[in-house]
């Protein structure tokens, strides 16, 4: 079974500020991975994903993640965060085979200062 | 943003009702996803369909039953409500199985229960 484990559960940045969060996984096959955010009341949106080719994936408003195979990492980073970038943030993952669904992360919710 | 809606959006009911939950999308996409989402646990997949009348079961099932007798349509009934079936339910949907291709998520229902 596939597994998401993300190590930060609240961040607290001022603006400006760079941001990095951690999402690693476990899977033996082929993945696909992803990035979604959730705004607070909103449904979740999709922000990257992975799925082949460059492991650096570039995504909405600035967010970029780097998928890292030996390390089974897919980590978000941001250079410089907004106020309205305040949100929690998912990590997920499915194989390559077999059911399509996602297996999230227990997400981190990131809270920025102006 | 996809063409997904869910009704309700809210919903307080008391232990022991039936209740219903409705997923409807007009993006004509094959596969539909219930999730459930508490926190300190991201989303977890309860059912899913992959198809009219094709259905199967997620990681938190138990105490859900789902039916999908057209392709826009995805019900999640919950037989006999218990409290700890207080949750946020989302609805997601996805194309034909490929790599890299994405679900999409619906708004959100918050559901109560007494």
């Known amino acids: 079974a596939q597994s998401v484990s993300q190590h930060n559960h609240h961040v607290i940045l001022s603006e400006a500020a760079s941001l990095e969060l951690g999402c690693n996984y476990s899977y033996g096959g082929t993945v696909n991975l992803f990035w979604y955010v959730q705004y607070p009341g909103q449904h979740l949106q999709l922000l990257l994903k992975?799925?082949?080719?460059?492991?650096l994936v570039k995504g909405i408003k600035g967010f970029e993640a780097e998928f890292i195979k030996s390390k089974f990492s897919f980590n978000l980073r941001k250079p410089s965060v907004q106020w309205s970038d305040t949100a929690e943030y998912f990590c997920?993952?499915?194989?390559?085979?077999?059911?399509?669904?996602?297996?999230f992360g227990s997400g981190t919710r990131l809270q920025v200062q102006p | 943003d996809a063409g997904i809606t869910q009704s309700p959006r809210h919903k307080v009911t008391e232990t022991g009702t039936p209740v219903t939950l409705r997923c409807h999308q007009t993006?004509?996409?094959?596969?539909m996803y219930w999730y459930r989402q508490d926190p300190g646990h991201g989303l977890r997949l309860i059912h899913y369909s992959y198809g009219v009348k094709d259905t199967d079961k997620g990681e938190v099932s138990d105490g859900y039953s789902v039916s999908r007798s057209k392709t826009e349509d995805f019900l999640l009934t919950l037989e006999s409500a218990t409290s700890s079936q207080t949750s946020v339910y989302f609805c997601?949907?996805?194309?034909?199985?490929?790599?890299?291709?994405?679900?999409?998520f619906g708004p959100g229902t918050r559901l109560t229960v007494l």
């Open positions: 992975y799925f082949s080719g460059d492991p």
């Open positions: 993006e004509n996409h094959r596969y």
């Open positions: 997920a993952v499915n194989g390559n085979t077999g059911r399509r669904a996602l297996t």
């Open positions: 997601a949907i996805s194309g034909e199985f490929q790599r890299g291709d994405t679900q999409y």
